[in-house]
């Protein structure tokens, strides 16, 4: 029977201490999507043990986009820690990642909780305020290249996230055409609309996918909607700025 536990240690060290993996499943070819979820699970609890602290969740895979980029056809979940937060408009370590890269996305902060089957009115009931976002997503695998079942072991790739300015609840974020640009030349261009054709279906989604786990989301979670783009590479001294329209920019750079 493979030891869980034990893959968890392995891939939250390889996320510890900025270091490149084999796929877990080359040597675990029986490991299926619920196992990654408990490794998941284990390697959280891990951090948890350290001092950090769940902020929110995320969900990942939400648009055809990143579907292509990353060869997966299912949406997938995982978590956010305190520790994974950045100032926005502050500097990114470099040397904290292995290949990181970086996406547009839409944040909800909910003032409710949210768990199980939810229409997308009551999703909306449970939000606070919404804010254009970015999340670095780093795979901990050799060359970026996983299953499904690796990927949501390694958090799905989640490692560090900005949000910008909030705004309320009420704005519509059906289509909000939004420009991502290194270095003041547009690398993304796309809508909220490419994810799942509205964000509200991501969180709707959310809230069904963690009551499977038993979980619900908790009052002042942040959760973010995934990326409405393909994700960009990050390197050193570039100046990365997302502008949402009628919702503001944020930006940050990448240093050491």
């Known amino acids: 029977m493979t030891n869980l536990a034990k893959l968890a240690e392995i891939v939250d060290e390889a996320s510890r201490t900025a270091t490149a993996i084999p796929q877990l499943t080359i040597a675990n070819p029986e490991l299926g999507p619920d196992d990654g979820y408990a490794i998941q699970a284990l390697a959280m609890a891990r951090r948890y043990a350290r001092g950090e602290r769940r902020v929110g969740m995320k969900m990942g895979l939400t648009s055809r986009a990143k579907m292509i980029q990353v060869g997966v056809s299912e949406m ?61 997503i780093d795979s901990r695998y050799k060359d970026f290249k996983f299953t499904w079942a690796d990927v949501v072991a390694d958090n799905s790739s989640s490692s560090a996230f900005f949000i910008g300015q ?49 979980e619900r989301l908790e009052p002042g979670y942040i959760v973010m909607a995934g990326g409405a783009t393909a994700a960009h590479p990050l390197s050193v001294g570039q100046y990365v700025r997302t502008s949402m329209r009628g919702m503001g920019s944020l930006s940050f750079t990448v240093g050491e």
């Open 76 to 136: 997938c979940w995982w978590r956010l820690t305190d520790a994974m937060r950045v100032e926005e408009g502050g500097v990114l370590s470099r040397s904290r990642f292995i290949h990181p890269r970086v996406e547009p996305e839409i944040a909800f902060l909910l003032k409710k909780p949210l768990s199980g089957d939810v229409s997308a009115m009551e999703a909306m009931a449970a939000v606070e305020a919404v804010a254009p976002a970015m999340e670095i």
């Open 166 to 214: 909030w705004s309320p609840p009420d704005l519509d974020i059906s289509n909000r055409g939004l420009v991502m640009e290194v270095d003041s030349r547009p690398v993304q261009v796309g809508s909220t609309a490419a994810i799942l054709g509205h964000p509200v279906r991501s969180l709707v989604a959310a809230a069904r996918l963690v009551a499977k786990w038993g």
